[in-house]
């Protein structure tokens, strides 16, 4: 089964919950692993993603497909055991057990999830300080995480993420699938799910044995574990020490948890303390030069009184190295020397991002730059997740105002990044977009005039108008969609909220080759009447694809009475033939 | 230098060990793709350094070779071949490449860099035997001499020092296309390497509503609109575009950085030699003065031609820094059926997204070095009335009949012509025709001229699909679902069409 299906399931069985979820549930579990099984990792992490929102995918909140589906689908993958789904620090150990590893992926999946939910809900409310704390936090111990840590470490940190989810506020409406475990109070909910996993004994019938993870998997957004290779990676303060300095009297001491306090024991509020101790030991390990991790980089800027600054003590270490070469712009020094600069492009940047080779100086202010630049990554990848529902599509190039003015940003993050998380943009995007649904509309077949439809989503009845230039009657804000009619606004809503679309449409699109475009993508007609202006006259800075979408808002096809814009009606066309003529 | 086969048939990878200062390099076919995995040391491609695990994919007859100044090992997956499992169909290791005189090159660029950045913050001078400008540099050669290598080399390398550069990034190629299509001329400062993986985007990738993480994979670039593969088609045109293009690089605001960085500029094979590039001595030197005045040069590299080397020199020779430089043996003639397939390749990427599907079994792949999944765009299919859009066509080729001309005017049309393309007369040649759409006029009439269009830059490229001359409508593939009413484009003579 492809991905692509999985996802068509698991939108079924969140919209039409009855019956379907319950006619899936039966077999969801080989379904899932066996599939699980044969996908590449990038595959896996979304469906892992999936998997998570299985929790509360129910319309009461709760699982899905049921709880016991939920916990075995989850040990086979992240290993089984205490560490799993239900299973608290609390329970680990319980009864002289051993404790089942913790895979890197499965907190960095509870980490993501987490951390997304605390985005969006900074999203709705910026000043909300709690929430950007949570959030800092949250991106610490992923980097912290992601750097490589020890199975003690990783429990910990996933005892101190469920502790911390536990004492957020819930998210906003905006996020109706909040997981159950998020919100009220823990200890309720912990019975559920029965300590002795018997009940849900499944995975052996899938070759997955329920005490060890069956797979080294990764998401797609994390580096290979290369621990040896990352310079920095040993001299990381552990984790554990971390959250235990500063959560101190309730911390459980890692793996000795047998007999610790649940879940509830655990404060919760103690978040700034959390976040200055990840500073704190970053700024206390960063003097030596070498560790990074999390907090480290979170301070680093704060040069004390007196020191050199590190940034500047590179460049003109640099710049002297360089201008010291004797070296002409000659034929003959340009083809008798040795090169001298190659330890400047490879060991003198001693900082390396695993995913794109990017290196940055070994020393406080790289190592800074490359978190920044990791967090970066860890967005995009994100980002690439969460596809608006309409695929991508190229924008118009820049215009030479913007470029003109297109701020070099050399000094940290790429430039990619600024331009798309512009909020800006995504007003404006949601505005064209709207306005570019709101263009489309579909024929009335002949004879259909008078008949009144309405779109299956809203139930609200289409509004037809006679176009004079076409002389036929169209419904407005019209899509046809497997021979139904369908407010275009409504039907890209529906899509949008269950991601379908992302994925069928890039599913198409791969095979565009034999597909003709007009399948592809909405098909729209420009308006009669209306006049889409330059762009002249709404600048977007620095933002391509901001400008395009200007570009797009400008149908105004429920708008006629809009004024045409000065020349919009005389093409300059016009003046240039008759000027030719002269 | 091939260390051993795997024996295991099923996944026929393969490892090679490079010596220091060695190349592997391959060439692709048709319709193949291939994944390079650094096993152990170091390595780049074309100045890009690789990172250790990762599958790099390449495909669309994709010509790169895998360089290392310290020695290292590499994987070859299997190519993904439509018939069979088998190696590129060409692939070799070399011990002789121009990479240290490239890597001398690049040192004395930088030298220039540090020395223009010290001038502008007013810095203490430390060695004023090095010029304080910054380094802006015309790389010219004969075709097929690496030319576009050379500037992705010098320009990645400027990136990793980790100094903050950006240089400016200039194409006047029109064959190459830089980073759209072929016909256009351009320029984009770029900040982080340039990763190489088709032939389709050679000088990185234009941003598009698609997250990516690599600044040179979201580049921003400034385009006008040629509209031929051939400098001698219209010279003065080029000529002008040149200038054009030119003005708006020395207009640019930058920081001190930035500014340092300088620009490399990318020239088509014609502006080397006359001889089957149909243009005349002097059309070539013309074109070249006007690179060198348009981008202020002062440093001209010109590879692997003593000829032209020294027709520099003597032309240029007391204010510039007339340099040759080695070519690589790893460039490869390039035919012109091969030319055209990377014009398709370049129109469907713009289109459709850079899509290459990597070898069976072939994970944690990066195209480009970005996850391989999401460059994937979707395109719009649009129908617009004739009446939308205004369409040119620039100089003599456009020469309508007499009878459509306006009274008065004489069939003498100069070659800068901007002549009104009616897509309803028979002849008009607009079905599978690219357009450049251009940027909007100046909104001021008063500000407008006759030429005007030659002076607008270009905001996307658009193919007439089909042609409904009754109802006075036409199809246009588009790159997104912007409005086209009211523009204007240029037609020149590049045609595509899906297969
Ligand atoms: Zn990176
Ligand atoms: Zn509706």
Redesign the pocket.
Known sequence: MKLPAFYLLDAISKNVYEPYARHFTPFIIPLFLETYEQVDQNTRSKMEEMLLTWRTGAPNGKELFGVGPQVSIERAIWGGGDSGYGADASRAGRGGTTVAPVSKAQVLSELDFTLSQRERSLQQNPYDTTAQNHVNVLRQLRTLVEAGVSQDELRDVLNQLRALARSMPAPPAAAPQQPSYQSPPPQPSVPQYPPVPTTFSQPATYGVPASEPSYSHQPSYSPPPRAETKPWASTLPPASALLQNTIAPATIPAGTSASVAGPSSIPLNNIENLFSALVKAGVVSSNNGTPVGAGATAKVEDVKPGEVDPARQTSQEYRRAVLSQKIKLTNADITKQRPQVVPFLYDRLSSQCKQCGLRFAGNSIGKKKLEEHLDMHFRQNRKAGQNVGRGHSRSWFIGVEDWLHEISDSKGKGRADRRLTAKEAAVVAAKEEEAALRASHVVVPPGDEAKPIS?P??K?TLQSEFLEDEEEWVWKNAVKKEERI??AT?HAEALKSNRLAALMRSEKASRSRSVTPDKLSLRTTPPRGGNSDADGSVRVPASPSTQTRFAGTKRKADDPDSPIKEGGGTPPLKKMTISTAA | MESGQSTVAAVPTKEWVLEPETEYRFELDPGTSLAVKLIRGQAEIFGTELVDGKAYVFGQECKAAVFTWQGCTIEMSPILSLCTLRCPSTEYVSEETPMAAYANVHTALEQRRVRALQAIRGSPISDDSVPAEPPRVLVLGPANSGKTTVCKILTNYAVRTGQGWSPILVNVDPNEGGWAVPGAISAASVNTPIVTSSTANTLGSVATSAPVTLSSNALLPLFYWYGHKEAKRNPLLMDRLIRNLGQNVQDRNEDPEAVSSGLIVDTPAAFASSTGSGLKDDQRQVLIKACVDAFNINIILVIGHEKLTIEMQRIFGGRINVVKIPKSGGVVELDHSYRERVHGYQLHTYMYGLRIEPPLGVSDATLGGEPITDLTLAPSSLQISFEDLAIFRIGEEAMAPQSALPIGATRALSEMQPVAVDPAKGGSRLINSILALLAPPNPDEAERYDEEVLDLTVVGFIVVTALDIPSRKMTILSPNQGSLAGRTAIVGSFEWSEQ
């Open positions: 779109c989503i809203c609200e369908y407010h409504c």
